[in-house]
Structures are given as C-alpha cells and as structure tokens.
C-alpha cells in the first residue's frame, strides 16, 4: 500500500516538477565533506564554503593535518566553522586511520552494506550523510530523508506522526523503488520547499492533495 502510494506521489511531482538535476556525482569522501557543510545553512553558502576549503587546501590530507582554526576559517562563509571543522577533520582522520587512502577512490570498491556500516561509524556521520553519499556519489538505492523529507512525508501519513528521520529513512529505504529514490527524493525537497513549507502550507496549490490526510496541520493556505 505505502509502496503503491508512493509511486502515485513520485508521478505527481515528476510531472509538477519535471525532472530534477543529473547527480553531482562527487567523489565519496567530497560527497561526504559536503554533506557536512550543507547542515544548517543554504545550498548557496554551502557551495561556497565547499569551494574556499578546496582551494585552501588542495588534498584531504592536508585538511586531515590542518589545524582547526585553519579549517574553520576557510569554511567560514558556510556557516558554524568551528563546529564543522571538528566533525570534518575528525571525519577524515577516522577514514585514514581505517587503512582508507583521503582520494577519489576512497570507498568506490566497498559494497553497499559494508559502505554504510562504514560511514555510520565514523563521527558525526548519521543515516541521512551516509545516504547522501551512496546515492549522490555513487548512485547506490539510498534513500536520504532532510527535513523538508521528513515533513512531507509524515503530513502525507506515509510514516506514523511520531516517526523520526531514521525511522523515515528506513521506511523510505524498504518502500521505494530503487530506480525512483534519486528523483523522489529532489522532488519532496523541491514540494517541501515551495509547497509543503513548514508554517502554514499552500495545501490550496497542492498536487497531492486529494492523496494527503494533512497529519498536523493545524494550518494552512
């Protein structure tokens, strides 16, 4: 049934939306360095923050050497410098002492499974993160759930009104297609960011709103 609702979803928003942006198909451990610098800021600050660091610093061995105030301040722009210069130093660290060469093809060769056991256990690296870099980088079926993901899908009942982004994740994970994750998953950011918003949602505009019960909103447009 969740199966069925949400390829209904996925074709509602493919046609509202049309097809989303090929995959930046970064490096893994570029992918994951991103992913860090896109938490709490703009996709705009985010890709730039990404680009000073790169230029700061031509290898990630020399990040994983740098001292953290250096880190931080390359970063700065992206917002929380201090904050994320401890998370990716550490992040790289963790990977080398691993026996993990910091290059293009750190990660590449590793299966599925053991690749997500792998980055879940380094620091700081949660399902989502770990999910960005098996299908951004790699185009392995992962399913990751930000928190415009996360609202849609449980106003749209497609996860119990409690359930966490982990929980989100794992069910999104089991349900959807394989070849609709990448798709599915830019389309529920793009409707949460234009239609779906947090306060008071345009549930007038909605393409889905004959298949949404609203679970939790109180108010709307």
Not at 8 to 32: M, Q
Not at 212 to 218: D, E, F, K, Q
Request: charged content about 25%; glycine content about 4%; overall charge positive.
């Amino acid at each position: 049934m969740v199966r069925r609702r949400l390829l209904a979803i996925a074709r509602r928003l493919a046609k509202a939306y049309g097809d989303p942006p090929e995959p930046r198909h970064l490096p893994p451990l570029d992918e994951l360095i991103l992913t860090v610098l896109s938490q709490h800021t703009s996709d705009t600050n985010r890709d730039r923050a990404y680009a000073d660091l790169r230029r700061r610093f031509s290898r990630w061995d020399d990040v994983a050497a740098a001292p953290l105030p250096a880190i931080a301040r390359a970063i700065r722009r992206g917002g929380l410098g201090p904050t994320k210069a401890v998370r990716i130093r550490a992040m790289l660290r963790a990977v080398r002492d691993e026996g993990v060469a910091l290059d293009e093809a750190a990660f590449t060769r590793m299966a599925d499974a053991e690749l997500w056991e792998k980055l879940l256990g380094l620091p700081g690296v949660g399902p989502k993160t770990a999910a960005c870099v098996l299908l951004f980088s790699l185009d392995r079926p992962y399913f990751p759930v930000d928190t415009h993901v996360h609202r849609v899908a449980r106003r749209l009942g497609l996860v119990p009104p409690r359930a966490d982004a982990v929980a989100t994740q794992a069910a999104f994970q089991e349900s959807v297609p394989p070849r609709e994750m990448y798709a599915l998953h830019m389309n529920l950011i793009r409707h949460g960011r234009a239609v779906c918003v947090a306060i008071r949602p345009r549930c007038s505009e909605c393409v889905l709103r004959d298949l949404c019960p609203r679970v939790g909103v109180t108010s709307s447009r």
